[in-house]
C-alpha cells in the first residue's frame, strides 16, 4: 500500500501553485487535485499537475477523492472557513498565512480541529531561513542575555499593478477580504518575532496612507511601538509605499550581552552580530524570495512546509507553525490594529 500523503490544493494563484509544484516534487506526497473558482484556469493547470481540476471545494469533497491533506492558498477571508470546511471532511490542513482574519475565526479553526483530531499547518515559511533558525538559536540559548530592545523594519513596494489598479473584484486592498497589510505583507515578521520574543503589550501605533488612497481600503504604512511580555521594548516600522521596489526587511536586536542585526531585502542576510565571547558561524546560502515577476515576497521555502506535514503526518514529527502560533500572530496583528 502506497504510503504517500494526499494532498488536494484550493486555490491555484500565485502561491497555491508553488504549493502544488512542492507537493509535486515530494517523493513522500501525491498531488490529487486542484481547486479554483476561475475556470480559465483549467486547461493549464490540468495540463501542468495532471489532475482533476475542480470549480469550488464542495465539488472536490463531492467527487470522493481519497485525500489526507487540503491546502488552503485562497483570499485570507476564505482561509478560516475553507480550513473548518476540509477538517469537517476529516483532512489535515495547510493553511496559508495569515491563519484568519480574526482571532475569534482562528479559534474557531483550532476548536474543530480538535474535534476531529487533525493537524492545522499554518505556513510561515521564513522559519525555515537559515537567518531566522540561526536568531532563534541564539536568542533561545540566551546568548544575548536580557533583551532590552527589538526594532523591526520592513519597507516594501506594492504598486498599482499589484493591486489591479483597485479592480473592484480583486481581494487584495479590501478591507474586508484581504485585512490589511499586516496581513498580507509582514505577518512573516511578526511570526519571527513572536517565535523569538512571544507576546507584545501596552501597544501604541500610527497608521498612514501615503500613496495608496485608489488601490487599498487601509494603511500602506505604520508606526509601532511596544513592549514584550517577556521584557523589552520594541517597535515596527513598516509601509508599502516605497519607491519602485522592496527596500528592506530587517530586525535588530539590543541585547545585555551583545546586538545583532538581520537584514537585506527580506531579513536574508547578518548585517551585524557582536556578541560577548561568541564566534559567528559560517551560515547555509539562503534561498531567494518567492518571485512574482515585477514583485517579490517572503522566502521561497514551500518546499520545507510539504516536507514537515509528511514528517508529522508519517515520521510524527512535530508541526513547525502550528495552530495556537498561527492564532498569535493573528491576535497580535488584530491588536495592533484595534490602535486605529
Ligand atoms: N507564504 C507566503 O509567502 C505567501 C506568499 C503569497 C501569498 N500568500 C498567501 O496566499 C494566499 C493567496 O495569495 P495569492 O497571492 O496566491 O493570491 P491570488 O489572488 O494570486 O490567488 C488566489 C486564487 O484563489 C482563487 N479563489 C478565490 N476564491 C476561491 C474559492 N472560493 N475557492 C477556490 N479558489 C478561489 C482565485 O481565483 C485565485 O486564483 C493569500 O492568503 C496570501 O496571503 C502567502
Keep these: 500500500m502506497s504510503t504517500k500523503i494526499k494532498f488536494a490544493v484550493i486555490g491555484a494563484g500565485r502561491i497555491g501553485k508553488r504549493h502544488a509544484s512542492m507537493v509535486k516534487l515530494n517523493k513522500d506526497a501525491e498531488l490529487v487535485a486542484i481547486v479554483d473558482t ?7 493547470l490540468e495540463k501542468e499537475f495532471n489532475v482533476p481540476f475542480f470549480t469550488s471545494s464542495e465539488a472536490l469533497y463531492k467527487a470522493g477523492i481519497e485525500m489526507d491533506v487540503v491546502n488552503i492558498c485562497t483570499p485570507n477571508y476564505l482561509h478560516a472557513p475553507q480550513a473548518i470546511e476540509a477538517l ?28 476531529v483530531n487533525k493537524r492545522v499547518f499554518c505556513v510561515m515559511q521564513n522559519r525555515y531561513s537559515p537567518p531566522s533558525r540561526w536568531l532563534k538559536e541564539v536568542v533561545g540559548s540566551n546568548l544575548l542575555g536580557e533583551i532590552y530592545m527589538v526594532n523591526i523594519n520592513c519597507f516594501w513596494n506594492r504598486d498599482d499593478d499589484y493591486y489591479k489598479g483597485g479592480d473592484p473584484n480583486y481581494w487584495k486592498g479590501k478591507l474586508e477580504k484581504d485585512g490589511g497589510t499586516l496581513f498580507t505583507q509582514f505577518s512573516h515578521f511578526l511570526d519571527t518575532m513572536y517565535w523569538l520574543f512571544g507576546d507584545i503589550k501596552n501597544i501604541k501605533a500610527s497608521f498612514y496612507d501615503f500613496n495608496h488612497q485608489k488601490t487599498t481600503e487601509f494603511e500602506d504604512s505604520g508606526i509601532v511601538q511596544f513592549d514584550f ?13 516605497v519607491y519602485d521596489q522592496n527596500m528592506e526587511s530587517s530586525i535588530s536586536i539590543v541585547g545585555e550581552k551583545g546586538a545583532v542585526k538581520v537584514g537585506g531585502q527580506y531579513m536574508n542576510e547578518i548585517v551585524y552580530c557582536h556578541i560577548k565571547g561568541y564566534q559567528m558561524p559560517e551560515l547555509e546560502e539562503t534561498l531567494p524570495p518567492n518571485d512574482y515577476g515585477k514583485y517579490k515576497g517572503s522566502a521561497a521555502n514551500h518546499q520545507f512546509v510539504i516536507q514537515n506535514v509528511v ?9 513547525t507553525t502550528n495552530s495556537l502560533e498561527g492564532l498569535k500572530v493573528v491576535e497580535i496583528i488584530e491588536n495592533i490594529y484595534k490602535e486605529k
Design 88 to 115: 469537517q471532511h476529516k483532512c489535515h490542513v495547510v493553511v496559508e498565512k495569515p491563519m484568519a482574519l480574526t482571532k475569534v475565526d482562528a479559534e474557531k479553526v483550532i476548536h474543530y480541529s480538535l474535534q
Design 38 to 44: 476561475d475556470e480559465s484556469l483549467k486547461e493549464e
Design 229 to 241: 511580555v517577556n521584557g523589552g521594548a520594541g517597535s515596527l516600522n513598516y509601509s508599502t509605499a
Design 311 to 319: 514528517d508529522t503526518l508519517i515520521n510524527d514529527k512535530t508541526v
